[in-house]
């Protein structure tokens, strides 16, 4: 039977549940970033450190509620994520139009075209030469993998992640020889990397260990450092690429206060300066805060394509609970981007290398 699109929207709308183009969702996403814009300027007139909150970067477990995180989110449908992702990487994090408000804005690129320019940046600012062992901390959907395997035919890395969906979904291409996932130079771990032994995590040492969008769920970065370092060779490097506030903000740093949590249990979102202060086992090379209204586009972005795709998504599985329990994550998130013309509240990139 075809499903009749605008007849679900009609049943949508009688259900409260709104597109990313009606009115009705703009005025609730102006009021939700009103709400944030005013949360993000009081921590900016009153800062607070997280020494006088009592919370520590050095202690407790690496990452917490992996479980629950992979059940309540990366464990959704796959059709949920083909749904909405670019269709040239799969990549489900922030995408990269510009380094400024005006440009991010003005900029005409593509979804597929402005993750390509995120991997560039990172390639760059990782300083990838191109023939280096690379471990990547949770690869989804190997969108990494993919962009560095087409890019540079001397590389190899192996990329881990604890999704079930993920590991189905990476297997399956792995199979075809003519994908960059089956070309040889990939490998898989399925697991968690702060609970597996690192001895399992490759048998020689990497030139690189890297992440984009996973530290949001690490707790004790003096550990996670600790970990990275046991993998690397001496002179070895590692980068990474997370949300990060420009002060601290309170309430995210206890992912059971918010409704973002109820999306990511165990996530934070750490004030951009910490993790560059961490210089235990490296020496920082260099680090940079990458404007926020990059992440809001990339939602919106997102956002429009999953509405575009609901039809296709009551063919396989959703029903009107599901839309709406999205729908609100696509809107949450691009109002915590959008204050501040996301100079406040965006994503940080690291460089260390290792200290011999
Ligand atoms: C936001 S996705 C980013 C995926 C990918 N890096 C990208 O940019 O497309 C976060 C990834 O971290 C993984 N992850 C979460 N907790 C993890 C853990 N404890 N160990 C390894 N990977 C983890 C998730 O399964 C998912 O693959």
């Not at 679900?8 to 102006?30: C, F, M, R, V």
Request: hydrophobic share 35%; glycine share 6%.
């Amino acid at each position: 039977m075809e499903i009749n699109s605008e007849l679900i929207e009609k049943t949508l709308a009688q259900a409260g549940i709104h597109g990313p183009s009606s009115n009705e969702l703009h005025l609730y996403e102006d009021r939700l970033t009103r709400f944030f814009t005013r949360e993000y300027q009081r921590y900016t007139d009153n800062p607070v450190s997280l020494h006088e909150l009592g919370i520590s970067t050095d202690a407790g477990p690496i990452m917490e509620d992996t479980e629950s995180l992979m059940d309540r989110h990366y464990d959704e449908d796959l059709n949920f994520f083909k749904s909405f992702l670019d269709t040239a990487y799969h990549a489900y994090s922030m995408a990269y139009y510009g380094d400024t408000p005006f440009s991010i804005r003005k900029s005409n690129t593509t979804l597929e075209e402005a993750q390509k320019a995120k991997f560039d940046l990172i390639a760059e600012r990782a300083q990838i030469e191109g023939n280096e062992r690379v471990f990547n901390i949770g690869c989804g959907f190997g969108s990494l993998e993919t962009y560095l395997l087409e890019r540079y035919p001397n590389l190899e890395i192996v990329g881990i992640t604890p999704s079930k969906v993920q590991v189905a979904y990476l297997k399956q291409r792995m199979k075809d020889t003519h994908d960059p996932l089956g070309s040889g130079r990939f490998t898989l771990i399925e697991g968690a990397f702060d609970q597996l032994p690192l001895n399992t995590l490759g048998e020689k040492p990497y030139n690189l260990v890297i992440s984009v969008a996973v530290f949001e769920q690490v707790r004790n970065m003096s550990a996670i450092l600790r970990r990275i370092a046991g993998l690397l060779t001496s002179k070895g490097k590692t980068f990474h690429h997370f949300i990060t506030s420009r002060n601290v903000i309170p309430q995210f740093l206890d992912p059971t206060r918010t409704r973002i949590g109820t999306y990511f249990p165990g996530g934070r979102v750490w004030p951009h300066d910490e993790f560059a202060r961490h210089t235990e086992h490296f020496d920082l090379v260099g680090h940079w805060f990458v404007n926020g209204l990059n992440y809001w586009r990339t939602l919106d972005e997102w956002h429009q394509r999953f509405w575009d795709k609901i039809p296709f998504l009551y063919d396989n599985a959703f029903d009107t609970g599901d839309i709406a329990h999205w729908n609100n994550y696509f809107s949450l998130c691009k109002a915590v981007f959008a204050p501040l013309d996301g100079n406040f509240y965006g994503n940080s990139h690291y460089l260390f290398r290792a200290r011999n």
